[in-house]
């Protein structure tokens, strides 16, 4: 099994641009879930969606971010536009239904200039 | 208050030597606790799940004090690899209420 796939690993961008980050969950894993981590702030939850719902948006800090996933193999979080405190780490995760572990991806790490 | 508090550390310590880090929790609903490790630079993996019992899985022990609302990760015989961030986490229940700790540094030198 590949694992969480994310993509881009790395994004550099101006203030005022869009960023669209994207994640491929594990196969058959029917939770994902999308975190912003930052040195003052930890992990955050910003949006999890079951079968492809969205259950909990409360996380995600403003209009500016949105999140989708359109099917059980893709998601896309989205910041439009990108300011330069969204600078951060962002993961997504899906979890075993068994035994509850999350497996993270790699991260996408954005800076925004 | 935050929901999960660590001691941000770091915490040095030679190889082979005993460490602990502690984690409160305030909500006393919480019923799930976990113990996660991030390398530098990488992914969160989980390390190891907290029972009422508390469990060891080799050198590392969990334990869960519910009366104190904290949980505890000691590791024996510290290895260079060890050195990480540790990542306490806890939940009432049900994956969107997992909240995670800002996680503690540890650093094993020669």
């Known amino acids: 099994d590949a694992g969480v796939i994310q993509s881009p690993r790395h994004e550099v961008t101006e203030m005022g641009q869009e960023v669209t980050l994207r994640c491929k969950p594990i196969s058959g894993h029917n939770s994902l879930f999308w975190y912003r981590q930052t040195m003052m702030r930890g992990l955050e939850l910003l949006i999890y969606?079951?079968?492809?719902?969205?259950?909990?948006d409360s996380g995600m800090p403003e209009d500016r971010f949105s999140a989708k996933m359109p099917n059980a193999s893709f998601s896309t979080l989205k910041i439009q536009p990108s300011e330069p405190r969204d600078s951060a780490v962002y993961f997504c995760?899906?979890?075993?239904?068994?035994?509850?572990?999350?497996?993270f991806g790699e991260g996408s790490r954005l800076t925004v200039l | 208050r935050k929901e999960v508090e660590q001691d941000p550390g770091p915490f040095n310590v030679p190889e082979g030597a005993t460490v602990a880090f502690n984690c409160t929790y305030s909500?006393?609903?919480?019923?799930?606790f976990f113990w996660y490790r991030q390398d530098c630079r990488k992914e969160p993996k989980l390390l190891m799940s907290v029972y009422s019992s508390g469990n060891e899985d080799g050198r590392f022990t969990a334990q869960l004090n519910r009366a104190s609302q904290y949980i505890s990760l000691l590791i024996r015989d510290s290895k260079l690899s060890d050195s990480a961030t540790y990542l306490c986490?806890?939940?009432?229940?049900?994956?969107?209420?997992?909240?995670f700790g800002k996680g503690t540094m540890l650093l094993v030198s020669p």
């Open positions: 909500n006393s609903a919480s019923q799930s």
């Open positions: 969606f079951n079968n492809n719902v969205p259950i909990d």
């Open positions: 995760a899906s979890p075993t239904e068994f035994t509850g572990e999350l497996f």
């Open positions: 986490v806890s939940s009432p229940g049900g994956y969107s209420t997992l909240t």
